[in-house]
Each structure stands twice: as C-alpha cells, then as structure tokens.
C-alpha cells in the first residue's frame, strides 16, 4: 500500500515530462512500467505484505489507473469541462442517499406516506437526508442540461465522439425517468396526480400506449402494485442502467480524449515535423483511419485533395530548407514515442 | 488442438496454412460454422429460460381482468335530476384511501332525452390528462385545474384540450339502494365504448387506434 | 466530414493534447473544485428548504389542483396551450418524441467539420433558441395558476361576477388580463367592456353564441353579475 503514493507522484512526474516533447534521453513508458512491476515483486517476496503490488501483478491494475490519470486533457480546457464529473458526482450522490433512504421506506400505497413521514420528522437528520436526495434531483437535471449545452456549443458531438453523444442524450431520458419515478414513491398529493398524468401521456401513444400505461401501472387502474413497481424501476432497473452507461460514457472519454474548446488552435510542437509524429499515432490509435490515411486511398479517390497536400509538403520543405536534415535526425525520436504511448494506452484497454 | 505436432518433432501431416480469414489449423468451415450457431443457440436458449418467465411475470398484469365489482352507494331518493351528488366509491380494493374514486351522480333528465328511471354517474377523471375535475354548480359544468378543460352538465366538452367527454359508470338499482359497477367511456355522442385512459379519442377509427385492453370490462350494451 | 477532414481534426487534437497537461492533478483539481460546489450547494439547499412533506395521495379530490415538479414545467405549459383536441397526442406524444429523436440523432445530421460557435450560426442559433422557447415554457408554466382564478384587480361591486366568471370555466377559452386561454378558442375579455355593450355582453352568456356554450344555468341574478363585471372590463 505504500508504494501507492509514490507511483501517483511518478505519474505526475511522467505527465509533465510528455508535456515537453523535446525531452529525449528517457525511458519509454513500457520500460518504465516494467521496471515498476519488477520493483512491486521484489518488494512483494521481501516484505510479504505489500497487497498493492500482490493485486497488480495480477490485475495490471496501477498500469490501467496511471493511464487513465496520466492521459493529457488538451490544452485550454476549462471550468466548462468540470460539469461532466460533477453531473456524475451527483449521481453518486443520489445513489449514496438512495440506499440510506431505502432503509426506512415502505413501498405500499397504504404505509409509503406514513414511512416518509417518520423518515422525515422522527428519524436522527432524516429531513436533511431526504433533502439531499430531492434537491440533489434538481441539481443533476441542471448539471445535466449545462453539460449537454457545453457539449452542443463546443460542438463536443462532432467525429469521433458521435457515439458518446448518443449515450449522453440516453443519459438525459434515464435521468428524467428516475425524476418520474421517484416523484410517485413520497406519495403525497403532488405525486399522485403528476404520476397519473405521466401514465396518462404514456396510454395516449397510438396502438402501443395503453397497453404500455397498463404495463407501468400494473393493472387499468392505479393499483396495489403500482408503487412497488415505480419503486423497483427506481431503485434497480433505471440506476443500474444508468451506472452502465456512465461506464461507457467514461470509456469513451477516456478512450478518445475531451475536446478542446473549439477556437484554441494547435499550432506546431516545437522541434517536430507533427504530420509524421501524429500520423504513427493516428495509424496505431484508430484502425480505420489508416486506410483513410493510406496514400493509395487519398490517390484514388480525391485526385485533388492529393495534389493539394503535396503543394503542401512541398512547400513546408522548400521554407525550411536548412532544417530538412535537422528534422530528418530528430523527427524519428517523437514519432516512435508517440506510436510507443499509443500502443501503451492500447495495452491498458485490452487488459481492462 | 493440433494433435500432429508434438514438441521437437515435425508434424506428419503438412496441414494446409491457416484459413487468412481466421480459421484454426485443421478446421474445416463446417465446423466453425456449426460451432458458431450452435454456441448462439445454447446461450440463446438458456437466457431465454430464465428471461421469458420473468417477462410473463411482469407483463401478467395486462391480461388479468379483476373482479367486477358494485358498490352500493345510496338510496335512489337521494338523487335528482337537477344536480349531481358526489358519492365515494373503492374502484381498487386493498390499497386503502389510494384505491378510491369519486362519482357525480344524479338521475336521467328529460331535456337530455334520458329516462327518469336511468341513474346517470360521471367520473371525475379529467378526459384529458386525468386531473380530478370539479362540477361548478352556479355554471352547470365540469372544470379540470391542470390544462383548463371545460365539460357541460352532461359531461361533454366544451372548452380547453380534453379529447373526449368525461368517463361514467355502469349504474343500476338494487332494493331501492343505487349500485356503481365497473367504468366506461364514452363517444361524443355519449355512445358507451370500452373504458380507456385519458388522452385516447374514442370512436370512428380512434377504436383501433387504441385497442381494448384485456384488464378492462366490456361497455354497457347501449 | 469527408476522410481528409477527420484526418486533420485527429492531427490537430494530438497536438493538442501534447501542448495540454496531464489529467491528474491539473484538470482533475478544477473538477475536485466544482464538486466541493455542487456539494455545497446541495447541503445549503437541504438545510435551507429542507423536505417539507404535501398533503397524503388522495384521489378523491375534486379541489386539488396538480403541479407537476418544476423540471416538466415545460412540458406541462406545453399541454396547456395546445387547446384543440386533435392535436392532444401531438402534445403529449408527438413533440417530445421528435425533439427526442433529433438530439440523439445530432451527430448523424450536423456533420460538418466546423466547432467554433460562431462559424456555425444555424446550430448555435437552434441551441439558443431551443433554450430561450424552454426557458420561457418553464417560466410559464411556472407562474401558471389555475383556471379558476383572476389575478386583474376590481371594484367591490363587481366582485360576486369575477367570481362567478372565475369558477364557471369562461378562461378555459377567454383571456382576461394575465389568466386564462391567450389565444385560445375564445376572444380575449381584457378589454371587452369598452367593445360591447353591457346587454349584448349578458346576450351571448346566455345564449351562447357560435361554438361558446350557453350559460343559462347561472339563473338570471348570476348572469346580471357577469355581465356587470365583464362590462366593467376596459
């Protein structure tokens, strides 16, 4: 376990030096992680109880949690990008509060009202807690609106990331589900009629919606099963959906990258010809862009585009005529380093 | 799987190179094939033991009809023509005051070309949506609080977004004591059809549109 | 975006993302940061406005008037202002699901390569006025009260026939002041004294002219009542 600390300040360490891409006597973090793994063993068979380095060599677990920590976020992220983890901290929230709540509820239409109220009044804080859980409803909705405002805005949803908006908006209506369905479980006046008006906007869909309604309500009338039906969709069914795709959510993210806002621009790293250096990455990152990127591809198909990328080139050498062999000598290093953290960060996701 | 090759010894057999599209040494496309199905089928089959009767389990409901159920609900001289009467009624048993619905009652009147002797009982969901609607005794109608429908005496519409009229009761009258039974809805012309939620049209092709439900008992024969 | 443009877009980002600093402890500190807030907010919240428990469930009722959570106030004020009944399931059913469709489909039909807001002035103004129209849905649905009041201030006298207006259901269709049907089936009453004459106005409650229904029933002391008010609107 104490080896733990220091690993996370040499994955700070690691993450500043990639920052800078001139920096070239260093070990590759292939090397680097090896020689950490050799080092857990070592102490694992001298001290006999370093559970840390135990559970890795087995797990891979530490290799899998510093890329995810150590990945760079590109530059000129900003406050916008925080509203994704706090919409996902609120629902821990709500799960956390949910659980505890459930300790005292009663899902039965003729005792969930008393229960609530000796929730709320008798038991040690137990208004706080139920307010948690209701203003913490509020506060994802809003989170979850201003995170989808971000990524609109910043046109987030653009290629490659088309997929992880699609689970967002899902996201979006599993949300408003649980408001739907954990809006009836206090029973109070308020719930029951906004409940029975949602059921009544289910059954007004043509052909599918009463039986649907019917489905929801358990029964053509609001019935004895009704409650502990919205309760088992509020309490499993829609959060453990929601927790899925959370996971997948955060693949993605992990997997592609957050954008950055759209006006900063790239420029060039310095001492790199960046086409080379990115298109090994690009080759290792996304199977499918190498044959996009492939020469015979672009030749065949865009016959003008290529000439346009040769103009290119060609002009980028002609300007710097006295930097071609520089280049030549120094290009190799970065594009090596960055197929080698591609197939490194490539390593962690099939291990995981 | 390639019983030909034992260590430090050359295999007997040249087999041919392994398939480019990802078949093993020594395997034939049949048997991929017949592995690959075979293999979906078992797991089909045994996710299907278990998720099919869960689905029966919850989708039961829409095919169970409760038992039909009068409720006596006063005598018959407590009624008039003129006005309603709001009488309590349990429509689901055994959840308590949830289970409970109110009703308007009052006998047929003649300028709506009714009987004397029919017992006239509106329900007081709101066509629309479901709000519980009031009767305003000085304009002689029915308002819903939520989105603003309007219904007259008999309870058509006559304002605001409902669809339909509002829904009424099978009524009948046993030893001087009027009995409500199950519900049913009504067309514009106060035809009696198969009870629906709100928010569904009825008649014309509307009765497609939304088909009968199992759970729910069939319309008085008008 | 044709193949060329993913091509730079992905050559673009991994310079960025070289140019930027590494997840932990730089971006996650801002987020740590922002999630101390929403905490905080949310406790504040808790204690301030605590979980004050409504009335029990009962569906006998025939007084209540139900409110649906202020996050479906849109949705709410957008059944209350589409009147006519043909169009109730595109209300209920028909808008919400399109709208539905649309943002999860975004991605499949915005698909050019342009990101900065004000380079791509069609989806940045949808946003924002998708934003405005729920916003003000919200709004109003917020403030909405029920169909049985008028909020318009009146002299005394008139008192008993603004009641008797309010309760009779006349805002399902008529607009008086800020309450009742804008644009609905009926003609705004805001001003309907300085239009028509006291005994034309009393002429049509009772008679019901068109698709208004007739209010006859009032008795002919609560109809002199409603037309004095109305005819006092000017």
Sequence with gaps: ?352 | MNKNSKPGEEPRVKLPEADPRGYFEGESMTRRHVFTVASQAIGGVAAAAVVLPVVGFAVAPLFERGEERWEAVGPVEDFTDETYKQVVITETPGIGEAGKTTAYVRTGAEKYNEEPNDIIAVSTRCAHLGCPVRFVQAAQNFICPCHGGVYDFEGKRIGGPPVRPLDRFQTRVRGGQVELGPRYSVTNQLKAVRVRDPGEFTGGIWEFLYPPRPSTFPPPSN | MNAREKEEYLREYEILKKKGKSFFPYAIMKDSVMMLVVAGVLIAMSIIMGAEQGPKADPTTTTYVPRPEWYFFYLFELLRVIKPPALVPVATIGIPTICMVLLLLLPFYDRGPERIPWKRPIATITGIMVIIAMALLTYKGAVAGPPTEIDLPTAPQYEKGKQIVAQSGCLACHAIGENGAHGGLGPDLTEIGSKIPREAIKQSVTIGPGIMPSFKGLGNEDLNAVADYLASLD
């Design chain 1, 1 to 352: 376990m104490k080896l733990l600390p220091s690993r996370k300040k040499k994955a700070e360490a690691d993450g500043s030096e990639n920052g800078e891409v001139e920096a070239v006597a260093k070990p590759t973090r292939g090397e680097r992680a090896a020689q950490a793994k050799q080092l857990a063993t070592h102490h694992g068979t001298q001290s006999g109880i370093d559970v840390a380095g135990w559970v890795d060599s087995r797990t891979n677990a530490t290799g899998i949690f510093t890329a995810m920590m150590s990945r760079h976020v590109p530059k000129g992220t900003n406050w916008f990008y925080t509203l994704g983890s706090a919409t996902m901290f609120i629902f821990a929230m709500q799960a956390i509060t949910g659980v505890f709540l459930s300790m005292y509820y009663t899902p039965s239409a003729t005792q969930a009202y008393a229960s609530i109220t000796h929730l709320t009044n008798e038991v040690f804080m137990g208004e706080f807690v139920r307010g948690l859980h209701k203003w913490g409803a509020s506060l994802m909705i809003i989170l979850i609106f201003l995170h989808m405002a971000r990524t609109f805005f910043f046109g987030a949803y653009k290629y490659p990331r088309e997929l992880n908006w699609v689970i967002g908006v899902v996201l979006l209506i599993l949300t408003t589900v649980m408001g739907l369905t954990g809006y009836l479980l206090p029973f109070d006046q308020r719930s029951f009629w906004a409940t029975i008006v949602a059921n009544n906007i289910t059954a007004s869909g043509p052909v599918v919606g009463p039986y649907l309604a019917d489905f929801l309500r358990a029964g053509p009338d609001f019935s004895a099963t009704t409650l502990s039906r919205f309760y088992a969709l509020h309490m499993m069914v829609v959060p453990g959906l929601i927790g899925a795709l959370i996971g997948a959510h955060l693949f993605f993210v992990v997997k592609l990258g957050t954008t950055a806002p759209p006006w900063v621009r790239a420029g060039r790293p310095k001492g790199s010809r960046p086409t080379e250096a990115v298109a090994a990455g690009v080759a290792v990152e996304d199977l499918d862009e190498v044959a996009v990127n492939g020469a015979v591809t672009v030749a065949d198909a865009e016959p003008p585009a290529e000439a346009e990328v040769d103009a290119a080139e060609a002009e980028e050498v002609e300007a710097k005529p006295a930097e071609e062999t520089e280049a030549e000598t120094a290009a190799p290093e970065p594009a090596e380093e960055a197929a080698e953290e591609a197939s490194s960060e490539e390593d962690g996701e099939v291990n995981s």
